[in-house]
């Protein structure tokens, strides 16, 4: 088994930044992507980016692109997600996830992860 906990949620201004952490614990080694979904309420989980524990690539909705950057500390077992300029439409519970699956494009599925955190609620204000 793999243990999620993600942290750094609150509340921000609109045009804010925010960064979140996931910690990942337990057979990491089983995994080999790492993943930010969100959620709204009524809404399906979105897509929010995904990264290799093994290289540098990358996959980020459009959404977020160039707002949002992922990335990893292997030696601490940990996943960030720096969130910038945000908006209104961020607002969302954000979930992390683990995934034994290679980094591809079907990663932005969210069946296609094993594990999950518990979620950061992320609110931005106008």
């Known amino acids: 088994q793999v243990q999620l906990v993600e942290s750094g949620g609150g509340l921000v201004q609109t045009g804010g930044s925010l960064s979140l952490s996931c910690v990942a614990s337990?057979?990491?080694?089983?995994?080999?992507?790492m993943g930010w979904f969100r959620q709204t309420p009524g809404k399906e989980r979105e897509f929010v980016a995904a990264?290799?524990?093994?290289?540098?690539?990358?996959y980020y909705s459009d959404s977020v692109k160039g707002r949002f950057t992922i990335s990893r500390d292997n030696a601490k077992n940990t996943v960030y997600l720096q969130m910038n300029s945000l908006n209104a439409e961020d607002t969302a519970v954000y979930y992390c996830?683990?995934?034994?699956?290679?980094?591809?494009?079907?990663?932005?599925?969210?069946?296609?992860?094993?594990?999950w955190g518990q979620g950061t609620q992320v609110t931005v204000s106008s």
């Open positions: 337990g057979r990491t080694f089983r995994t080999n992507s």
């Open positions: 996830a683990a995934t034994t699956f290679a980094l591809n494009v079907f990663l932005r599925r969210p069946e296609k992860y094993d594990y």
């Open positions: 990264i290799s524990w093994s290289d540098d690539n990358k």
